[in-house]
């Protein structure tokens, strides 16, 4: 069965700063991996997705991920924040086309 | 208009009351998903629906029913509440062999 482990469960970042965030996945099949954010009353937004070829994947806001498959890992950056990257981001893997399984979230928060 | 509309936005019950949430969508998929949102574990699977006449539970449905009224319509019904279902809800949909899914603004539901 896939599980992802989020190394950091809070974040603090100050503006213009690079930051990462961890995910670590576990999964004895080829997975398809996603970052999504969840701003403050918002539902989920989808940030980026690996589902095949090239293992640096950019997606909007100016984030891109890492998949390394020997290393289970899909670490998300930004190498340089803005206030209004202040949210919750959750990394999520897929085995199948349909579930998802999430980790617990990362919370960031930017600081001027 | 949202393409995934979930109502009421906010709810605040007493344990024992029959709950309803409901869930809208635009997009013409065929997928429907609700999760719920705890602090500090992410989103968990409670049922997910691949059509009017497919319905499947997820990780944790015990306590949860649903209904998928129409392709566009999938209710989440907590038959009789209690407060460890106070927790953030959120409904998603997916098109047939599209893997990222998409999120409605969830709705907040506090059990007394």
């Known amino acids: 069965a896939q599980s992802v482990t989020q190394l950091d469960s809070q974040v603090p970042v100050f503006e213009e700063a690079p930051v990462e965030l961890r995910c670590n996945y576990s999964?004895?099949?080829?997975?398809?991996l996603f970052w999504y954010v969840q701003y403050p009353n918002q539902g989920l937004q989808l940030l980026l997705k690996y589902l095949s070829g090239s293992t640096l994947v950019k997606g909007i806001n100016g984030f891109e991920a890492e998949f390394n498959k020997s290393q289970t890992s899909f670490h998300l950056r930004k190498p340089s924040v803005h206030i209004s990257d202040t949210a919750e981001y959750f990394c999520?893997?897929?085995?199948?086309?349909?579930?998802?399984?999430f980790g617990a979230g990362t919370t960031v928060t930017v600081r001027a | 208009d949202a393409d995934v509309t979930q109502t009421p936005r906010n709810r605040i019950t007493k344990t024992g009351k029959r709950i309803m949430l409901e869930c809208s969508q635009t997009?013409?998929?065929?997928?429907m998903y609700w999760y719920r949102q705890d602090p500090g574990l992410g989103l968990r699977l409670i049922y997910y629906s691949f059509d009017v006449k497919d319905i499947n539970k997820g990780e944790i449905s015990d306590g949860y029913s649903v209904s998928r009224q129409a392709q566009a319509k999938f209710s989440l019904s907590l038959e009789s509440a209690i407060p460890n279902q106070t927790a953030l809800y959120f409904c998603?949909?997916?098109?047939?062999?599209?893997?990222?899914?998409?999120f409605g603004d969830g709705t907040r539901l506090s059990i007394l």
């Open positions: 999964s004895s099949v080829s997975v398809y």
């Open positions: 999520a893997v897929s085995e199948d086309d349909y579930k998802l399984s």
């Open positions: 997009k013409g998929h065929d997928r």
């Open positions: 998603a949909t997916s098109d047939r062999g599209e893997k990222p899914q998409h």
